[in-house]
């Protein structure tokens, strides 16, 4: 028996790779001559540096920049072997997790510190350049990214702007002139997990900028910053963004990437599943194991779960998905290929016990799949 091994991380309790480890092991008590080959996956996020690293080589590169508020912090990116092309993971450099909640500035944060990780890229070589943009801290519209490449923006009277996105509102123009030559030479890629516009009602600020700490008043003041953004993209470079589907992603980011950079954007987990070579891993399999923390009717709107699950059903293998919560109706996930979705909880558990137990009870789950399979 082949089985592939396709999971998410469970946030906050095993990273992919451990997944795969706990399913392993699970799938071995059952079948001690199974095949099993392991492909952690990601969905564009945290842990897609790890992912693409795994499948593909290459050297993790440590560089000292800044974390969104300013203050020193030492964050990775992956160059390959032949120095051609990075990934860089947002959130390693301007993450939300690098800033404690009672810290949390909405207005003055900023992506300065993952620009300084593609800089560093550029100069040593990288002309293709893939920046996986969730979980950030800040709604900067990317343009701290852009600063760090040599961009500048500037107000009314030709002075610079401050840090963040709240100064956003006082854009004049944009100066491109003291950008890195290399940077004209590059290709960049966007991995995002979401359809958000820039602006409006579904943009940036209001649906991401709660969780980064800011209030109404602030969510107004932010909008309007990236609207001006928008505007002047526009007219430095043509391309509108302000409703563009994912533009709104890490704080307008990737609104600000394609703008500026004539970036292209895709779905995260169809960029890592293309680069740890997903589709092929499959060909010949008689089970897939996916999986992720919670698994409900959202996992169906590009998660890992339903882009294997749907890799699976065009090669008509049968997947299974393990969580740990599972949240029914998952009837859109079975219309894309899903075969059952399981719970590893083997009872009334706090959520601290499951995190503690968690790759015991993967290897449960996934040994009783695998019988269920025999049966």
């Known amino acids: 028996m082949r089985v592939v091994l396709a999971p998410d991380s469970f946030k906050g309790s095993l990273s992919a790779t451990a997944v795969c480890a706990a399913m392993k092991t699970g799938v071995l008590r059952a079948v001690p001559d199974a095949e099993v080959l392991s492909v952690p996956m990601a969905d564009g996020g945290e842990g897609t540096l790890d992912c693409v690293g795994a499948a593909t080589g290459g050297q993790e590169i440590s560089l000292d920049v800044t974390d969104p508020l300013g203050r020193p ?94 100064a956003l509102a006082d854009l004049e123009r944009v100066d491109f002139t003291h950008v890195l030559p290399e940077v004209h030479a590059t290709r960049f890629h966007i991995a995002c997990d979401v359809t958000n516009p820039l602006v409006g009602a579904r943009g940036a600020a209001a649906v991401f900028g709660p969780q980064k700490g800011a209030g109404p008043d602030e969510i107004a003041l932010l909008d309007r910053g990236l609207a001006r953004l928008a505007d002047v993209f526009a007219g430095a470079f043509g391309t509108p963004v302000h409703h563009l589907p994912g533009a709104g992603a890490a704080g307008g980011t990737c609104g600000g990437m394609l703008a500026a950079l004539d970036a292209t954007a895709e779905p995260g987990c169809e960029l890592v599943a293309r680069s740890v070579g997903l589709a092929d891993a499959l060909t010949g399999a008689d089970l897939v194991l996916t999986g992720e923390g919670r698994l409900d009717r959202q996992s169906a709107d590009g998660k890992v779960v339903s882009h294997v699950a749907r890799l699976a059903a065009e090669q008509d293998i049968p997947v299974v998905a393990l969580a740990g919560q599972t949240v029914a109706p998952l009837d859109d996930l079975y219309a894309l290929g899903l075969t059952a979705g399981l719970s590893i909880a083997d009872g009334p558990r706090t959520l601290d016990a499951m995190t503690t137990s968690a790759a015991e009870l993967l290897a449960h789950a996934a040994e009783q799949t695998l019988r269920l399979r025999l049966g």
């Open 73 to 166: 912090v030492t964050a990775r990116y992956l160059l390959a072997a032949d120095a051609t092309s990075a990934v860089v993971e947002l959130a390693s450099a301007s993450g939300l997790t690098l800033i404690d909640p009672t810290d949390l500035a909405p207005l003055r944060a900023d992506t300065h510190g993952t620009g300084q990780l593609i800089a560093d890229a550029i100069r040593r070589g990288a002309r293709s350049v893939l920046v996986c943009v969730g979980g950030s801290a800040s709604t900067d519209g990317g343009t701290g990214l852009l600063r760090a490449l040599g961009a500048l923006f500037l107000d009314a009277s030709g002075a610079e702007l401050p840090p963040g996105g709240g």
